[in-house]
Each structure stands twice: as structure tokens, then as C-alpha cells.
């Protein structure tokens, strides 16, 4: 096929500049390892595991024979009363590295759909406790949730927002947790677990017991990686505890590694009562995602129903589908095999140290990271994001991909990477930087 702007037209692409894209393609066609092709031949080192999904790299056999085995073997069957073995094997698998009274999880297909799965299980739970006058929900600004109408609702980043200005009522956004003066900080900022106090007030303001539940991620990730500052999650579960709100970590981007513990609930000593999950958990071979829940959640929704009766009045056509259960099992095997969590942890303070050195560079503005997640802000010029857009363009042509969100850059290694992989991306992000 001929990759003109003509026979590109047809497809309408998502978070994409279309008509610049169209004008200058830049198509992969092929990965391997930590390695992807575009279709001009050349080379391109994959700095943030595709869209933070794909830590053990492109290409691995063992996931693309389990989906094609599986397909061969039984390719669909309805998930509504009916359901295959791969849906409760991967949930068990999951289920063994979720904090410990987190046992059940609801397979959907992407991290929207967990989110949007999420606000109806919090609904579904209070109510099923006589609690249903809790009908609030609270999150964050510079909070990314997903695209579907419940995580733009909660969304607290105005360019997916001011499109779309009729979304659910009754939520309310808390301050973000990035401040200047701590720009350059390494993991958790020291200042700033009294923004968690912003929940105090709406349940003074609002009062506690209209507030159904509250969703962070742990490190905010698509608005450029930042860290709660020490205390703050553990501020926010306190208040969450003495309101009877639930604490819903939104994992899809630090779930399954990314901060070296399998969940960033690990990592930070807080667990929530719900999790969503995504990426990761296929390694982005098949789209999937899921819900994890307390225990406790799980059974108030299931015994508040009459038996014999459906209790959550929620699926798709596609939750649990046999191919991304296969591919599922077989990645989260070769976490376990390969311990490629424990290498992530690993590698983690060498990336890091790479990616601070880079702070003499007049054009960046602030570097943050925890993990193997880290971002680079640019100073904007020109419009906010023109610098960033134009950088990311260059990247790639330089040989790297990367996503970027506004001016800053976000870099987030494969887990199979190795020293050299990660002095390479930082080589071709300080080489494009000279130029920015
Ligand atoms: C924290 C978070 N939640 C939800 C989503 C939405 O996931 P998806 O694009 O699979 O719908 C993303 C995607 O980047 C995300 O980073």
C-alpha cells in the first residue's frame, strides 16, 4: 500500500493532529522487543512501552501462540450467564497479586471502561447498603480517567473537557499535586499532603455522606507524571475512612510494575477499595481491562439481590473474551517467570538518574519520576504544547517514540530493557532537546 494522504484519509484518528499526520505518516509496522519499524525501514526505540502498555515488548511468541490457540480452540462465547475458563484463570492470576482483600475483578476492555464500571459498582454498592443518597463523586484537576462520559466527568484536563461540557452532575475536582517549587524533585515531593484536605472540605461543604467515592490515580500519568506528595494518599484513606467514602485508585497506567511493586498501592502503603487496571495486563496484545473490588464490595452488591437474580445490571458484549483472557495468562506468566516487576524496580534507579541528568538543559522546565515513569516538561514557546508537539515529531524521526502531553515529554521503559536501551532513549531525547 501506498501511504499517501489520499489513501490515509479514511481513517479518523483518535488524539491525532489528522490533516498534519496525513501529511507526513508516521506508520509502524513492525515491533520486536524493545524496537518498532515504521514504514520507511527504520528503527525506533519504544520510550513509553507503546501507550504505557506493552512492558515486556513487542513481538513475544508465547502471547501470540495462546491468542491463536485460543481462537482456534473457542473464540467467543456470551459472557452474560454463560463464560469460558480463561476468564476465571486470569482473574485468579490477578487476583493473587491484588492487595489481600482485593479477590474479585470484572473484566471490561479498555481502562474507560474500567472507569466507567468503577462508578457504577460504587452506585451499585451504596445502594445495595441502604446508602444511596451518596451520589457525589470527587476527583482531581489535571486527573486523567479515560474517554467515555464517566472518566470525562471526572477529568481534570480542559482540552477533554470543554468539547464535551454535558457530563454527569455532582462531581467536583480537588487541587492537582504538582507545585513549582518542588520542580526537579526525584519520587515523592515532601510538601503537600494538606491538598488531600480539599476532600475535608467538601465533606464539610457538601457533606461527607453524599460523597460516593473519590478517584486518584496514585501518580497522576497522561498529565506528565506527578507524585503525591508524602502522606497524601494516606490523608486521602483516613478521610475516605471517616466518611464512609470509597478510595478508587485508578491503576492503568501503574498497575502491573510500573513502580516496581506489581501496584502502586503497594508501593505507596495504601490500599483503595476499588482498582482499575488495563494495559498492562495484556500488554497491550488485546484491549482489556478490569475492575478489582474489596471483598466486602463484592458481597454487599451479590447478597443485596434476590437469588437466582442477576445482581449488577453491567457487561459488555466483549468482558472476558476468550482471546484476551489467553493473552492475559500468558503475560502475566511471564511476569511471574521472567520476575520482570523485580527488574523494573531494578533498572529504575539507573533511568532515573539518566533522566535528572538532563536537567542542565536551559530549554526543560521541571523532571519528575518514580519508577520506571518518568516525564520531562519542556518551557513552552509559542502556544502551550506547540514546543512539545513539534518535539515529539522530531523524536520520532530521530528514532524514538514517546508520548507527549503538552510540552512535556513522558518516558516510560519496557520492562526488558536493558542499561543500554535506556542510554539510548536518553541520548536521542537530550540530541532532540538541543534542537526543540
Ligand atoms: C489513568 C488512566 N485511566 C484510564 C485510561 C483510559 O484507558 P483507555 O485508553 O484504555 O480507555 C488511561 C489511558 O491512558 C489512563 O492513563
Known amino acids: 500500500m501506498q501511504y499517501t494522504s489520499n489513501s490515509l484519509e479514511s481513517h479518523w484518528m483518535p488524539f491525532t493532529a489528522n490533516r498534519e499526520f496525513k501529511e507526513d505518516p508516521r506508520l509502524v509496522v513492525k515491533g520486536e522487543g524493545v524496537y518498532m519499524w515504521n514504514h520507511k525501514g527504520d528503527k525506533i526505540i519504544?520510550?513509553?512501552?507503546?501507550?504505557?502498555?506493552?512492558?515486556?515488548?513487542?513481538?513475544?511468541?508465547?502471547?501470540?501462540?495462546?491468542?491463536?490457540?485460543?481462537?482456534?480452540?473457542?473464540?467467543?462465547?456470551?459472557p452474560f450467564m454463560t463464560s469460558t475458563p480463561g476468564?476465571?484463570?486470569?482473574?485468579?492470576?490477578?487476583?493473587?497479586?491484588?492487595?489481600?482483600?482485593?479477590?474479585?475483578?470484572?473484566?471490561?476492555?479498555?481502562?474507560?471502561?474500567?472507569?466507567?464500571?468503577?462508578?457504577?459498582?460504587?452506585?451499585?454498592?451504596?445502594?445495595?447498603?441502604?446508602?444511596?443518597?451518596?451520589?457525589?463523586?470527587?476527583?482531581?484537576?489535571?486527573?486523567?480517567?479515560?474517554?467515555?462520559?464517566?472518566?470525562?466527568?471526572?477529568?481534570?484536563?480542559?482540552?477533554?473537557?470543554?468539547?464535551?461540557?454535558?457530563?454527569?452532575?455532582?462531581?467536583?475536582?480537588?487541587?492537582?499535586?504538582?507545585?513549582?517549587?518542588?520542580?526537579?524533585?526525584?519520587?515523592?515531593?515532601?510538601?503537600?499532603?494538606?491538598l488531600a484536605d480539599d476532600l475535608q472540605r467538601f465533606c464539610e461543604m457538601y457533606g461527607g455522606s453524599t460523597i460516593a467515592a473519590v478517584f486518584v490515580e496514585p501518580i497522576a500519568g497522561?498529565?506528565?507524571?506527578?507524585?503525591?506528595?508524602?502522606?497524601?494518599?494516606?490523608?486521602?484513606?483516613?478521610?475516605?475512612?471517616?466518611?464512609?467514602?470509597?478510595l478508587v485508585f485508578d491503576e492503568v497506567i501503574t498497575g502491573f510494575g510500573r513502580t516496581g511493586n506489581a501496584f502502586a498501592s503497594d508501593t505507596?502503603?495504601?490500599?483503595?477499595?476499588?482498582?482499575?487496571?488495563?494495559?498492562?495486563?495484556?500488554?497491550?496484545?488485546?484491549?482489556?481491562?478490569?475492575?478489582?473490588?474489596?471483598?466486602?464490595?463484592?458481597?454487599?452488591?451479590?447478597?443485596?439481590?434476590?437469588?437466582?437474580?442477576?445482581?449488577?445490571?453491567?457487561?459488555?458484549?466483549?468482558?472476558?473474551?476468550?482471546?484476551?483472557?489467553?493473552?492475559?495468562?500468558?503475560?502475566q506468566k511471564i511476569y511471574q517467570e521472567e520476575q520482570l516487576f523485580d527488574k523494573a524496580a531494578g533498572l529504575s534507579e539507573y533511568f532515573l538518574d539518566g533522566l535528572f541528568d538532563l536537567k542542565d538543559m536551559d530549554c526543560i522546565k521541571d523532571i519528575r519520576g518514580f519508577g520506571l515513569l518518568g516525564a520531562v516538561e519542556l518551557h513552552s514557546k509559542g502556544n502551550p504544547g506547540?514546543?512539545?508537539?513539534?518535539?515529539?515529531?522530531?523524536?520520532?524521526?530521530?528514532?524514538?517514540?514517546?508520548?507527549?502531553?503538552?510540552?512535556?515529554?513522558?518516558?516510560?521503559p519496557p520492562f526488558v530493557s536493558e542499561k543500554a536501551h535506556v542510554d539510548e532513549m536518553l541520548d536521542k531525547l537530550r540530541q532532540t532537546f538541543e534542537k526543540a
Request: glycine share 10%; net charge negative.
Open 386 to 412: 506547540a514546543r512539545g508537539t513539534q518535539a515529539q515529531k522530531d523524536l520520532f524521526h530521530n528514532g524514538m517514540h514517546s508520548k507527549f502531553t503538552g510540552d512535556t515529554v513522558i518516558v516510560a
Open 87 to 194: 476468564a476465571f484463570e486470569l482473574a485468579q492470576l490477578v487476583t493473587r497479586i491484588t492487595p489481600e482483600q482485593m479477590n474479585h475483578v470484572f473484566f471490561v476492555n479498555s481502562g474507560s471502561e474500567a472507569i466507567d464500571t468503577a462508578l457504577k459498582m460504587a452506585m451499585a454498592y451504596h445502594r445495595a447498603r441502604g446508602d444511596g443518597q451518596r451520589t457525589r463523586f470527587v476527583s482531581r484537576e489535571r486527573a486523567y480517567h479515560g474517554v467515555n462520559m464517566g472518566g470525562v466527568s471526572l477529568s481534570g484536563m480542559v482540552k477533554n473537557r470543554e468539547t464535551f461540557p454535558v457530563v454527569m452532575p455532582n462531581m467536583v475536582c480537588m487541587r492537582h499535586t504538582w507545585n513549582a517549587e518542588d520542580a526537579f524533585t526525584r519520587g515523592q515531593p515532601e510538601n503537600g499532603a494538606e
Open 222 to 246: 497522561s498529565t506528565g507524571v506527578l507524585l503525591p506528595p508524602k502522606g497524601y494518599l494516606e490523608r486521602l484513606r483516613a478521610i475516605c475512612d471517616e466518611h464512609g467514602i470509597l
Open 46 to 78: 519504544d520510550g513509553s512501552s507503546g501507550l504505557f502498555c506493552c512492558p515486556i515488548g513487542h513481538g513475544r511468541k508465547e502471547i501470540a501462540e495462546a491468542v491463536y490457540n485460543q481462537l482456534l480452540e473457542n473464540d467467543y462465547a456470551c
Open 268 to 331: 505507596f502503603g495504601v490500599i483503595p477499595d476499588i482498582m482499575t487496571i488495563a494495559k498492562a495486563l495484556t500488554n497491550g496484545c488485546i484491549p482489556m481491562g478490569g475492575v478489582v473490588v474489596k471483598d466486602e464490595i463484592y458481597k454487599t452488591v451479590t447478597e443485596a439481590a434476590p437469588e437466582n437474580a442477576i445482581e449488577f445490571f453491567h457487561g459488555y458484549t466483549y468482558s472476558g473474551h476468550p482471546a484476551a483472557c489467553a493473552a492475559g495468562i500468558a503475560v
